[in-house]
């Protein structure tokens, strides 16, 4: 079963609204998640880091006004669209490792975001 | 640094033929290497990985990749191909068994199976 549950998984949405995504890790606790966003028949692009209890670490390029990350407990982290418009329209996953003696990580299952 | 390149966007074999997916990466430190498999508007699922153990690393659904440090490569293969193998494919790389550290991506291949 999913071990990392990202929520929701398709959103529609007005331009100039906000748009929060959850990603929750299931049956282990996460300090560090990553969230990535995916344009059509693109690879995946991480964005940015997010560290429970600190500042999330962004990519070089992206807003971090616009794409709001909160890692509030060491199993969920939100990503907060804020005042979306059509260009943020994507696919957006996050990615959890599990670590341990064999750190592993794992990915939700995406988000498609389209905003109207 | 690290990264990956993923030779070949699109392969298109037929059911049965033997499925070879392209991977080359750079990195400076001993790498950790992924495949991945996604179908449309999914998430992304591990086939396999490898973490310096192996080099012949066997994967689910079929799916095997050798590591081969003076190649800097990790290809994927499987003997022979299922119809439902049809999928983007995504191999990553990461720097070791560190938690903060995320996956780097190639551009992904897309295997299509013809009957």
């Known amino acids: 079963g999913a071990v990392v549950s990202q929520h929701p998984s398709r959103v529609i949405c007005k331009s100039g609204t906000s748009v929060k995504i959850e990603c929750r890790s299931l049956d282990f606790q996460a300090t560090t998640m990553f969230w990535y966003r995916q344009f059509p028949k693109k690879s995946l692009m991480l964005m940015a880091t997010?560290?429970?209890?600190?500042?999330?670490?962004?990519e070089q390029g992206v807003e971090k006004d616009k794409f709001l990350i909160n890692h509030a407990s060491l199993t969920l982290s939100t990503l907060t669209v804020t005042s979306a418009h059509p260009e943020d329209s994507s696919f957006y996953i996050c990615s959890a490792p599990r670590t341990g003696r064999d750190t592993e990580a794992f990915f939700g299952q995406g988000t498609r975001l389209t905003v109207v | 640094a690290q990264s990956v390149t993923q030779l070949g966007s699109h392969v298109s074999v037929s059911e049965g033929a033997l499925v070879l997916l392209r991977c080359n990466y750079s990195?400076?430190?001993?790498?950790?290497l992924f495949w991945y498999v996604q179908y449309p508007n999914q998430g992304l699922q591990l086939l396999l990985k490898y973490t310096s153990a192996a080099t012949l690393v066997k994967g689910i659904n079929g799916f095997e990749a050798e590591f081969k440090k003076s190649e800097t490569s990790f290809h994927l293969t499987k003997p022979s191909a299922h119809m439902s193998d049809a999928a983007e494919y995504f191999c990553?790389?990461?720097?070791?068994?560190?938690?903060?550290?995320?996956?780097?991506f190639g551009k992904g291949t897309t295997l299509s199976v013809s009957s």
């Open positions: 997010s560290n429970e209890g600190s500042k999330a670490t962004y």
């Open positions: 990195s400076s430190v001993p790498p950790y």
């Open positions: 990553a790389v990461s720097g070791g068994n560190q938690a903060g550290t995320a996956l780097i």
